[in-house]
C-alpha cells in the first residue's frame, strides 16, 4: 500500500507574504508622467495602490487634482506636478519639483505623449521638434536625471509607454512612430548601462487604447470596430489592463527582466 503525505492546508497568510514579497511597492516612489490621463492615470494608480508614493506630471492641473484626490481617497500617497515636458528647461524643473516631493524617485515611469500625424507629405519640422521632444528627449532627460541615482542605490525601475507604430506602420505613423521607436532604443541603451547596477528598463507596448490621445481614431465607430476585430481577446484595451504589467515591472518580481518590450495588446500584434 501507498502511503500519501499530503499537507490539509495553507499556512493562513502564506500566499499574501508571498506576493506581497514579489510585488509590492511598500516604500517606493515613483514618478509617472502623463499620470493624468488614460494609460498613465491607470498605471498611476496601480504603483500607487501597490503601496509606492506616486507624484504625477502632466500639463493640465485639474486633471491632476482630480486624479490625485482619487487616489488619496482610497488611502494612497499621491501628489502632483504641473509643467511642461516640451523643452529642456521645462523637463528639468519638473524633474526637480518632483523630486521634492518624496525624494528620489525609485520608479520612472514615462508615458506622458504629444500626438501629432500629419500625412508625411505634410510633416514640417515644428511637429517633428515637437513630437521628437515630448516623446523621446523627456524620457531620456529624465532617465539621465533619476538613471543614476538609482543605480548608486542598486534598485531602479524605468518603463516606457511606446506603440504599436514602434514596430509597424500604419494610421500614418509618421513622426510619432518614429519616437516611439526611437523611445525603445532609448530603453535598451539604458539598460544596457544601468542593469548592471539593479535598474531595469523597459517598455509596454499598447495596442489600440481609448484614451484622450487617441480621440481621432476613437471618435470613428467604425475604425473602432476593426481596430478590436484585429485582436485576439475581440476589443480594444482599456487603461487599467496595464495595471498588472506596470506593477510588474516596478516590483522586485522583474529583477530580471530588462531592455524588453513588453506587449499589452490583446494580441494585436501578433493576430
Known amino acids: 500500500m501507498t502511503s500519501l503525505n499530503a499537507s ?5 497568510g502564506l500566499s499574501a507574504a508571498y506576493l506581497s514579497e514579489l510585488f509590492s511597492l511598500d516604500g517606493r516612489t515613483a514618478l509617472v508622467t502623463g499620470g493624468s490621463s488614460g494609460i ?3 498605471i498611476a494608480g496601480a504603483l500607487a495602490r501597490a503601496g509606492a508614493s506616486v507624484v504625477i506630471v502632466a500639463r493640465r492641473e485639474p486633471e491632476l487634482a482630480a486624479t490625485v484626490d482619487e487616489l488619496t481617497a482610497d488611502g494612497c500617497r499621491a501628489a502632483w506636478v504641473s509643467g511642461d515636458l516640451s523643452t529642456r528647461d521645462g523637463v528639468r524643473t519638473v524633474a526637480e519639483r518632483a523630486a521634492e516631493v518624496y525624494g528620489e524617485p525609485d520608479v520612472l515611469v514615462n508615458c506622458a505623449g504629444i500626438n501629432l500625424r500629419p500625412p508625411m507629405d505634410e510633416l514640417d519640422e515644428a511637429v517633428w521638434d515637437t513630437t521628437m521632444s515630448v516623446n523621446l528627449e523627456a524620457p ?3 532617465g539621465r ?30 513622426a510619432y512612430g518614429v519616437s516611439k521607436g526611437a523611445l525603445e532604443s532609448l530603453a535598451r541603451s539604458q539598460a544596457e548601462a544601468w542593469s548592471p547596477h539593479g535598474v531595469t528598463c523597459n517598455t509596454l507596448v499598447p495596442g489600440f487604447v481609448m484614451t484622450p490621445l487617441n480621440t481621432r481614431l476613437s471618435s470613428d465607430p467604425e475604425k473602432v470596430a476593426a481596430l478590436a476585430a484585429r485582436t485576439m481577446i475581440g476589443r480594444n484595451g482599456l487603461a487599467e489592463d496595464f495595471a498588472g504589467a506596470a506593477v510588474f515591472l516596478a516590483s522586485r518580481a522583474s529583477g530580471y527582466v530588462t531592455g524588453q518590450a513588453i506587449f499589452v495588446d490583446g494580441g494585436f500584434s501578433v493576430h
Open 140 to 142: 531620456y532627460l529624465l
Open 40 to 42: 498613465g492615470r491607470g
Open 8 to 12: 490539509s492546508g495553507r499556512v493562513p
Open 145 to 174: 536625471r533619476f538613471g543614476p541615482g538609482m543605480a548608486e542605490r542598486g534598485f531602479g525601475r524605468i518603463i516606457h509607454i511606446t506603440s504599436q507604430q514602434a514596430h509597424r506602420a500604419f494610421v500614418r505613423s509618421g
